[in-house]
């Protein structure tokens, strides 16, 4: 499945469970917190599967939450991208610091 696919199935998964209501994006918002911080804790335990799913699972949450602020993840990735992708700078104690 391409990723575009998976964002598609996602959002379907999504409207058929009545979560692409609008009126919900605060507690959306909340769920990417915490699968957020999951991922954090699986990062720091050196847990590679909790690792894993923590990352896939705020993935899942922040298109939700893009679909129910009336956005598309891919465009809002396609933005990031745009800003990031001529940026010059160097790592600085495993940071990257721009120009």
Same mark, same amino acid.
């Given at each position: 499945?391409?990723?575009?696919?998976?964002?598609?199935?996602?959002?379907?998964?999504?409207?058929?469970?009545?979560?692409?209501?609008?009126?919900?994006?605060?507690?959306?918002?909340?769920?990417?917190?915490?699968?957020?911080?999951?991922?954090?804790? @699986?990062?720091?335990?050196? /847990?590679?599967?909790?690792? =894993?799913?923590?990352? %896939?699972?705020? *993935?899942?949450?922040?298109?939700?939450?893009?679909?129910?602020?009336?956005?598309?993840?891919?465009?809002?990735?396609?933005? @990031?991208?745009?800003?990031? /992708?001529?940026?010059?700078? =160097?790592?600085?104690? %495993?940071?990257? *610091?721009?120009?």
């Amino acid at each position: 499945m391409t990723t575009g696919e998976l964002f598609e199935s996602v959002e379907q998964w999504a409207k058929d469970r009545g979560l692409n209501d609008p009126s919900i994006k605060s507690k959306q918002a909340l769920k990417v917190m915490e699968e957020v911080g999951e991922t954090m804790a @699986a990062l720091a335990r050196g /847990k590679q599967e909790a690792l =894993k799913d923590g990352i %896939g699972d705020s *993935i899942v949450t922040l298109i939700i939450l893009a679909m129910q602020c009336g956005l598309s993840a891919h465009d809002c990735l396609a933005v @990031a991208y745009d800003e990031i /992708k001529d940026r010059k700078g =160097k790592m600085v104690n %495993g940071v990257f *610091i721009k120009e």
